[in-house]
């Protein structure tokens, strides 16, 4: 029997990483002759402007933006907010920019009760989202994830350091995987296991619109039933199921469409044409409409 006086471990849920494009305005611009200069500078602020209000870009995006020698493909420019931790990256040929609010960024955005804001604003757009949660608890990543549920999700990796241990599930090439890892001390964070869910492309944006319409704390309990996590110590604060599936489009559906409209389409015009389809809304009813 389960001792009851054990206190639950506490557990705090919280989005760590955010990265989302926006859409330079680029209008009248021909961004092949555009020039690192005025112009291109112009697009990316209507780009900013386009997306959020102005009390949020005041106080999420305000500041002094620091030009960096070097970016990351595809884009050629970038910047940043250092002490904001957000890097805004860029190119003049490209017609997108993404923003990418690291885990310190978005602390300070959840200071100040701004961060599900930022969601709300570009939940469409968003490319890469982490869920970490935070667990109190002495118990090691490896231990963590060695109560998985179910085979659906399978450790991928074990790290081990000087600083800490950490744990994969899932395929870090994927959409979505998940990172279990704890520092050593002396780092501040060493009395905590963070179990962390990272969901990219698809995925990233149904976890963004999932966080505004059902809350966080849900979002990360239906993550950890997906990833099967058994362990004592993993308490969601909530427990109400929500819908994170991604449905992919058929591949074959836009042939399928094609064949039936110049293949089937016409062969049934001609087969009642030459009688041996005497009633084709009968056939319709029979063999098309009737079957779903």
């Known amino acids: 029997m389960q001792d009851s006086t054990v206190a639950t471990p ?4 919280h989005v760590d990483w955010l990265t989302f494009t926006m859409s330079p305005r680029y209008g009248t611009y021909d961004a092949s002759n555009m020039s690192v200069g005025e112009d291109y500078a112009a697009a990316i602020e209507q780009a900013w402007i386009a997306t959020f209000d102005a009390e949020t870009l005041a106080n999420a995006f305000g500041g002094e933006w620091e030009k960096l020698e070097k970016s990351r493909a595809p884009y050629t420019d970038a910047w940043t907010l250092v002490e904001a931790g957000i890097s805004l990256f860029a190119g003049i040929h490209l017609n997108h920019c993404c923003v990418e609010i690291s885990g310190q960024g978005c602390e300070i955005l959840i200071e100040k009760n701004l961060l599900e804001k930022c969601i709300m604003a570009v939940q469409e757009r968003i490319t890469r989202i982490d869920i970490a949660s935070d667990i109190e608890t002495s118990i090691s990543p490896l231990a963590f994830v060695g109560s998985l549920r179910h085979d659906r999700m399978r450790s991928s990796g074990h790290q081990l350091s000087a600083s800490g ?4 599930v899932g395929s870090r090439k994927s959409e979505r995987y998940a990172r279990v890892y704890r520092y050593f001390e002396p780092h501040p964070r060493s009395a905590y296991l963070r179990v962390e869910h990272v969901f990219r492309g698809d995925h990233a944006c149904n976890v963004g619109r ?10 990360a309990s239906t993550a ?14 909530e427990t109400t199921e929500v819908d994170l599936s991604v449905v992919k489009a ?38 098309f409409i009737g079957i779903y």
């Open 165 to 168: 241990e950490t744990c994969y």
């Open 210 to 219: 999932a966080i505004i319409n059902s809350g966080l704390d849900n979002v």
């Open 224 to 237: 950890g039933k997906a990833f099967g996590w058994a362990h004592d110590t993993w308490q969601p604060n």
């Open 250 to 287: 058929e591949r074959t559906t836009g042939s399928t469409v094609y064949w039936l409209m110049t293949q089937v389409a016409p062969a049934f015009k001609r087969l009642c044409a030459e009688g041996i389809i005497p009633d084709p809304e009968k056939c319709c009813r029979d063999y």
């Open 10 to 13: 506490v557990m705090r849920t």
